[in-house]
């Protein structure tokens, strides 16, 4: 069984950044991509971030420029670098791992608060 673990979460202040870290449990490149979503104030996940296994990206609108997905294959790992952060960016963020056959599994989540 696939487990994912995200972690970095916190409290920053509007314009702050913060690093979350998606740890996976086996070869992050055995996946056919890896991503984040958040679920925020709309109660609806949506995508923030995607890295393929080739390594391309894609971002949400509202967070380009300022967010970057990355990885680090040695240690099954994919991050998530928040720069400018802004208060609509409070959420509950996961990671996902998407499968060859398109299912999905999902770590437990982290909470991200940017408040003054």
């Known amino acids: 069984q696939v487990q994912l673990v995200e972690s970095g979460g916190g409290l920053v202040q509007p314009g702050g950044s913060l690093r979350l870290s998606c740890a996976a449990s086996r070869n992050i490149l055995s996946f056919n991509a890896m991503g984040w979503y958040r679920q925020g104030s709309r109660k609806e996940r949506e995508l923030v971030a995607l890295?393929?296994?080739?390594?391309?990206?894609r971002y949400a609108d509202s967070v380009k420029g300022r967010f970057t997905i990355s990885r680090d294959n040695a240690k099954n790992t994919v991050y998530l670098q928040m720069n400018s952060l802004k208060p609509e960016d409070t959420a509950v963020y996961y990671c996902?791992?998407?499968?060859?056959?398109?299912?999905?599994?999902w770590g437990q989540g982290t909470q991200v608060t940017v408040s003054s």
């Open positions: 890295i393929t296994r080739v390594g391309g990206t």
């Open positions: 996902d791992a998407e499968t060859f056959t398109k299912s999905d599994y």
